[in-house]
């Protein structure tokens, strides 16, 4: 099957009447004149080629840096709602509707206690819209005050 770089170099030589020029020079010319292009169309195709590969990894860069500040932004979204349920001693706030067992239950005793709480491992898993995929939020809680 041919390529569409050889179709349109077809295309192309027809239109311009190359074969036709090249008919009309000596032999010798136009074994040159045919090597010379061949050289040329590869150099082209590798400078179009390294063109490309640059192109591709700067969009995988940038995608990279939007995912990363989605993460960020959304991490930093977490981490206020987390504070915000434990200053109102919210058990029942969004961000925690899907802990259940005896993470629940600790959350429960926390949110009941007045006094300070250190060293507390929390992890949380949910769907992140976004980024398509499941994310895991791990957290310590390091200090809370009344």
Known sequence: MATA?????????????????????????????VTFARRRADVLRKRKKEIERGVDEEIEGRMREVAQA???????????DV?????EKNVDAAIFQEIHGIQQEQLQQMMKKDELILGVQFEH????????KDCTWNARVMEIRQ
């Open 83 to 87: 504070r915000k349920a434990f200053e």
């Open 70 to 80: 989605r993460t960020s932004k959304s991490k930093k979204q977490v981490d206020k």
């Open 125 to 132: 898993t949910c769907y992140h819209k976004e980024l398509r």
């Open 5 to 33: 770089g050889f179709l349109g170099s077809k295309i192309k030589a027809k239109t311009n009447k190359t074969m036709d020029w090249l008919d009309g020079k000596e032999s010798v010319l136009q074994e040159q004149l």
